[in-house]
């Protein structure tokens, strides 16, 4: 318990530095409301040579229609894919965003005592926005929420509308994460006057916008904060230790009431910190792993609290999954027994709304997630969208939650400025999602030239930062370099490696993936000593197109390639392998070049989430691994190796 006290002690205290508090995710209750603000927004992009017209004219200063012609952009998506225009598809600068809003007279009476707060889900790349022409906020990055408390802004106004602004940038420079370059391309006798182009060093197209949900919440001027939760299991007993931070008041009373799934009181206590004993908890598993996957408590955090005299109450809902994470040499444990990772990569990527949060589209990639038998995914290469992790919290998806830091390949993406932003988005990503069970490591970067000198000092310092904020999951990041010259790797946990055997190396040569995939694993486990997940495999495959005997491109290429690579790691996952991640779940859209055709046909899946032969193949392995484990979990903490292992029916 002594270890679970101070873990939880240090993730709190760690995130605490932070002006702007608790990030908690918006929740509706008895004492807080939200407004949805989605759907059309005003938009403009800002055409001038500078890009700075916007600020020049002070377009945040009055409605944006009278700055000049404004189309209607919904909100969230990328602005993209919307129209029929080219120029603004590849856009790079500032664009203008505005909704006004008709904010409930009721929260804005005199003593109504209610803080009003305006949420961003996400906003590519670097925002500023305001309210009623006065700034209230701004935001370097583009993958994770970011709110103002807003209600000074709107004394007075009740019954009018209120205006808000955004503004957002998606240039990339070598200090953003992830990073890029603007060239100038000067040569006036082959580009216009000033013309300019973005380069990344990343696979996939760089949608901008407000890809989330927007919205207004309330809650009483003395409020719940922030709520840190770890889980632990002594005995038969589970132990939940919870801190909550409390803003707006001294005096006041805290009650926790922790319930089961079906509503009924599991353990209660009160005060800011305290350890919650559950005997025989219900554990939170994987997909396919219980017949109960997913399994959530909620723990409800009530606030008494005095202000001039008055008692002002306030309440939230935070889930909770009783689950411990460990590694070892070999194996990677949840809740003390081993979990293999059979599952995917993803994009957050669609026809026309590009990034844009979509709830069909969510839906229909979980329902294709349990169809195909994947029990985890990587967020390669940002963070996802809290609604998802709260989806995979209840379903059972175990999530390597990744920062947004690829494409770093240069040696001035290791400096100082850089490391500190990387930082800083570390402390956001582990704020917003420290509470999901279905989260059960950070990836600090993907693909980095971490054989570079300087990544040794780097990625020491972001991984040991890492650890600093969350000492209970362990920390990785995923590399394409030698295994013998990687600066990153005695610093992770998991090794995660990245290969493309008979596709960028050899391509066409099926018959070197064996020999070339065994020494990899062999080479890596040997130097490093620690267990292995291959987190990235695959071949671009054309959907329809066919050849035999297997050649690149077609559909019996890619099901040939995986069945190389399979063959190893079925040898492996007896040793030392711990997961296999399949790039990609779906093609996704990428920049124009050469090598491209709309976008990387590595999926599984089309675009429009329709099924490549291999599907079918991955589908059959990942059932065939999912039933062949002989140690399938009951219930409760113990007894977990069954006589006869549960077969799970594919359906």
């Known amino acids: 318990m002594a270890w679970l006290l101070a873990a939880a002690a240090l993730l709190a205290t760690a995130l605490a530095g932070r002006p702007a508090g608790g990030l908690l995710f918006p929740r509706a209750s008895p004492s807080r409301e939200l407004q949805e603000l989605g759907g059309l927004w005003r938009f403009r992009a800002d055409w001038s040579p500078g890009r700075q017209a916007g600020f020049q004219e002070r377009w945040f200063a009055r409605p944006l229609r009278q700055s000049g012609p404004v189309i209607d952009m919904p909100v969230p998506s990328s602005f993209n894919e919307i129209t029929q225009d080219l120029d603004l598809r590849g856009y790079i600068g500032w664009v203008w965003y505005e909704k006004e809003v008709l904010v409930p ?30 700034q209230v906020t701004e935001h370097e990055g583009g993958h994770l929420p970011f709110e103002a408390e807003v209600g000074r802004f709107l004394l007075g106004t009740a019954g009018e509308p209120c205006r808000i602004t955004v503004a957002v940038n998606n240039t990339l420079t ?12 000067k040569d006036e006798s082959m580009y216009p006057k000033g013309y300019f182009v973005q380069n990344t060093k990343f696979d996939f197209f760089n949608y901008a916008g407000l890809h989330r949900p ?18 632990d299991l002594m005995g038969n007993v589970g132990l939940l230790q919870y801190l909550v931070s409390i803003r707006g008041s001294t005096h006041y009373t805290l009650t926790v009431t922790l319930c089961d799934g079906d509503g009924a009181v599991a353990a209660t206590g009160d005060g800011l910190a305290g350890v919650l004993k559950v005997p025989n908890p219900i554990l939170w598993w994987p997909y396919l792993t219980h017949e109960r996957p997913g399994y959530l408590y909620s723990l409800k955090v009530s606030l008494s609290a005095e202000v001039d005299g008055e008692i002002l109450q306030d309440s939230y809902t935070q889930p909770v999954g009783f689950r411990t994470v460990a590694v070892t040499r070999n194996q990677f444990l949840i809740n003390g027994k081993p979990f293999y990772f059979h599952g995917v990569n993803k994009h957050e990527d669609a026809d026309i709304r590009g990034k844009g949060l979509d709830w069909p589209l969510i839906v229909k990639d979980f329902n294709l997630l349990h169809w195909l038998g994947a029990n985890s995914f990587r967020t390669s290469h940002y963070p996802y969208a809290e609604e998802i992790l709260e989806l995979c919290d209840a379903y059972g998806i175990v999530v390597i939650s990744e920062c947004p830091a690829v494409g770093m390949r240069d040696s001035i993406n290791f400096g100082n400025k850089s490391l500190q932003h990387h930082l800083v988005v570390m402390e956001e990503l582990i704020r917003r999602d420290k509470n999901h069970p279905s989260v059960v490591m950070w990836s600090v970067a993907n ?12 990625f020491k310092t972001v991984i040991a930062h890492t650890k600093a904020l969350d000492p209970t999951r362990p920390v990785t990041f995923v590399s394409n370099a030698k295994y013998d010259r990687d600066q990153g790797a005695p610093y992770v946990d998991v090794i995660c490696v990245n290969s493309y055997f008979s596709w960028y190396h050899d391509p066409g040569h099926l018959e070197v993936i064996q020999l070339q995939l065994n020494a990899q694993f062999e080479n890596w486990y040997k130097t490093h000593q620690k267990p292995i997940i291959q987190s990235e495999y695959g071949a671009d495959t054309i959907a329809g197109l066919h050849s035999d005997p297997p050649l690149m491109f077609s559909e019996e ?15 492996k996952r007896t040793e030392y392998v711990i997961g296999e991640l399949i790039w990609n779940f779906a093609d996704f859209m990428t920049g124009e070049a050469v090598t491209r055709v709309l976008g990387n046909k590595k999926g599984i899946f089309t675009r429009q989430r329709q099924p490549k032969s291999a599907a079918f193949l991955l589908r059959e392995r990942y059932w065939k691994l999912a039933n062949e484990s002989s140690c399938l979990a009951s219930p409760k903490y113990d007894n977990v190796c069954l006589p006869a292992a549960q077969v799970f029916k594919q359906t």
């Open 447 to 458: 693909e980095p030239a971490s054989e570079l000198p300087p990544a040794a000092y780097y």
């Open 105 to 134: 007279a009721r929260w804005l009476l005199p003593d109504a005592r209610t803080r009003v707060v305006l949420r961003i889900g996400s906003a590519h790349y670097y925002s500023i926005v305001w309210v009623n022409g006065a």
């Open 174 to 185: 070598p200090y953003t994460l992830p990073p890029g370059t603007i060239e100038y391309l």
């Open 214 to 231: 927007v919205l207004l919440y309330t809650t009483p001027t003395a409020y719940i904060d922030d709520i840190t939760v770890t889980t």
């Open 557 to 571: 290429y890619q099901s040939a390639m995986l069945k190389q690579y399979h063959a190893v790691l079925d040898r």
